[in-house]
């Protein structure tokens, strides 16, 4: 058997979990609208997470970029004062978080996607609901039991597919959401405990060029007082 | 004849594209089995933009049943052996 006829098979089982079984067509017509709208509710949540993700990680990013380009100042300092060894450990501390920030940078397109994907399938579900709706009153209005059966049905089916479809992919972008949650809250944790700046020795070269530049303001000190001494 | 890309809409195609279908899927169900994932993904890719070129989309206000499922382009490896598997997509 193949993908597509065992995808065919999944979307037959999660069909017939939506369509339920009610005896009366017209009952049948209003619990699949009903279903429907609660759907699309769904979906449009599902939008809303993956946006609030979407956000969470781009404040992330920001943040790296502020350490990203502190470093860089501590680089540029520590070669002022002639410290080479500071400046390298600023320049690994950069790299490091340069690297952190690109796997941001991957995750902000991924959840881009999933947020696209999403407005499209709302969108193409509402279109399908609003049309499923002015049927429903159709079949209604207009047709006798037994043949309203068989209207019920094509309808019911074709609109439970897409609502298969639909359901998979926000249980889908939630689980990736999830995923990213789980990660992007690992990495503040990193950055709050500063472990990412130990381990690269952030503080300890902020330290050290504090050293540095009062060392250097001693000098000037130092030889200002000579100079006045030698006046 | 009306296939489903998942996540993407319904497309109306003819149904001679169904054989050219069926090679691609094929070659899926092989490469998944011997765990390939970048070729099943291009394979998978393959299959979804022979749909989109050759097929109209449907209109989405029509409600129709559809002949043919193609999972979505996303569907890694890993969920293709559980929809192989016979566990579904995702577990309920």
């Keep these: 058997m193949g993908l597509l006829d065992r995808m065919s098979t999944v979307i037959g089982a999660k069909m017939n979990k939506i369509m339920g079984k009610l005896e009366d067509p017209r009952e049948t017509l209003d619990y699949s609208y009903e279903k429907q709208l609660e759907l699309l509710q769904n979906v449009k949540r599902g939008v809303a997470d993956v946006t609030t993700s979407k956000k969470r990680l781009e404040l992330q990013k920001a943040k790296l970029q502020m350490s990203i380009d502190q470093s860089d100042a501590q680089a540029k300092d520590a070669v002022k004062a002639g410290r080479d060894d500071l400046a390298k450990m600023a320049l690994e501390r950069k790299v490091a978080l340069q690297a952190q920030s690109a796997s941001l940078d991957q995750q902000i397109l991924d959840l881009n996607n999933e947020q696209q994907k999403l407005m499209a399938a709302e969108s193409r579900l509402a279109t399908k609901v609003e049309s499923f709706r002015a049927k429903k009153e159709t079949i209604k209005a207009q047709y006798s039991a037994a043949e309203a059966q068989v209207k019920v049905t094509e309808s019911v089916t074709g609109i439970s597919e897409e609502m298969a479809d639909v359901g998979m992919a926000v249980e889908r972008a939630e689980n990736k959401t999830e995923e990213m949650k789980a990660r992007s809250a690992a990495l503040d944790e990193l950055l709050e405990s500063g472990v990412l700046e130990d381990y690269t020795g952030g503080d300890k070269i902020e330290r050290e060029l504090a050293k540095a530049k009062a060392k250097s303001d001693v000098d000037a000190e130092l030889a200002r007082l000579k100079a006045e001494a030698g006046k | ?92």
């Excluded at chain 2, 993407?8 to 691609?24: H, P, R, T």
Aim: glycine residues 8%.
């Design chain 2, 1 to 92: 004849m009306i296939i489903r890309i998942m996540g993407a809409g319904q497309y109306k195609v003819d149904s001679c594209l169904l054989d050219e279908l069926n090679v691609i899927d094929n070659r899926i169900v092989e490469l998944v089995s011997k765990g390939k994932g970048d070729e099943y993904r291009k394979e998978l890719a393959r299959m979804i933009s022979k749909v989109k070129e050759s097929g109209e989309p449907l209109d989405p206000a029509s409600i129709l049943k559809s002949d043919v499922i193609i999972p979505p382009e996303d569907l890694t490896l890993e969920e293709a052996r559980r929809v192989f598997s016979g566990y579904g997509l995702i577990g309920d």
